[in-house]
């Protein structure tokens, strides 16, 4: 049973359209963290979210963190090729020894066609 | 300002001997954290140190694993007498505080033959 449930696992969209990755889990988080990974490359951190209900953007990119802390989405507006790659959500949960100590999502693989 | 440094990048071992992964955290961060992600799988975490103590090891395997970091130096994931099941990437992360946000290097991959 997966803690951190992502979805979808694999998007595939065409240059210029809009999408959503979703993060969700039954369990507080006291921060959740959104990473893009590529082939052969460790995690690079995109953005930390630590209040419920909090929304922060970076460029074309929105994440949203859950009233209740439990759940969290990444928003892409206008795609471009360049943003394909794995895009990894993680939580730490709620009473853990340190907020670095972070629980994985499964991971969504998203295609941008020209 | 360098990242998390971590070497070798790939490491082939024979089965049964021993794998030293070391992690440079970033200037300033005294928090690391070690994961392993095997192949098709997430990373998982493995173990928490601050400067000299272990915080949390509660997902590091119980036998022939080991991680320290020392007061000077870079800190070690020690496997010993690895076998095929420990081929994987294994992952060093770095924070400033208990709170901040963490930043990885770039992994070493560990074959084992």
């Known amino acids: 049973t997966q803690l951190l449930e992502q979805s979808p696992q694999f998007l595939s969209i065409q240059e210029g359209e809009n999408l959503t990755v979703y993060c969700n889990s039954s369990?507080?988080?006291?921060?959740l963290q959104w990473y893009r990974q590529e082939p052969g490359e460790g995690p690079v951190l995109l953005v930390t979210?630590?209040?419920?209900?909090e929304v922060k953007k970076l460029k074309r990119l929105t994440f949203q963190f859950g009233d209740a802390r439990k759940d969290s989405s990444l928003h892409i507006t206008a795609a471009q090729p360049g943003d394909t790659g794995l895009y990894l959500c993680a939580g730490a949960l709620a009473g853990g020894t340190s907020y670095g100590k972070l629980t994985f999502g499964q991971g969504t693989i998203l295609t941008v066609h020209p | 300002n360098a990242g998390v440094m971590q070497n070798p990048r790939h490491l082939v071992r024979r089965r049964g001997q021993e794998a030293r992964l070391r992690c440079s955290p970033m200037?300033?961060?005294?928090?690391v954290y070690w994961y392993r992600q095997l192949p098709e799988e997430g990373l998982k975490f493995m173990v928490y140190?601050?400067?000299?103590?272990?915080?949390?090891e509660s997902g590091m395997p119980k036998e022939r694993f080991s991680a320290e970091f020392p007061k000077e130096g870079p800190s070690i994931l020690r496997i010993q007498q690895v076998v095929r099941g420990d081929s994987a990437a294994y992952f060093c992360?770095?924070?400033?505080?208990?709170?901040?946000?963490?930043?990885f290097g770039s992994g070493t991959q560990l074959s084992v033959l």
């Open positions: 369990s507080v988080f006291s921060s």
């Open positions: 992360a770095s924070s400033p505080t208990e709170s901040g946000s963490s930043h």
């Open positions: 140190l601050q400067k000299e103590n272990i915080i949390d």
């Open positions: 200037k300033g961060h005294s928090h």
């Open positions: 979210v630590v209040t419920g209900g």
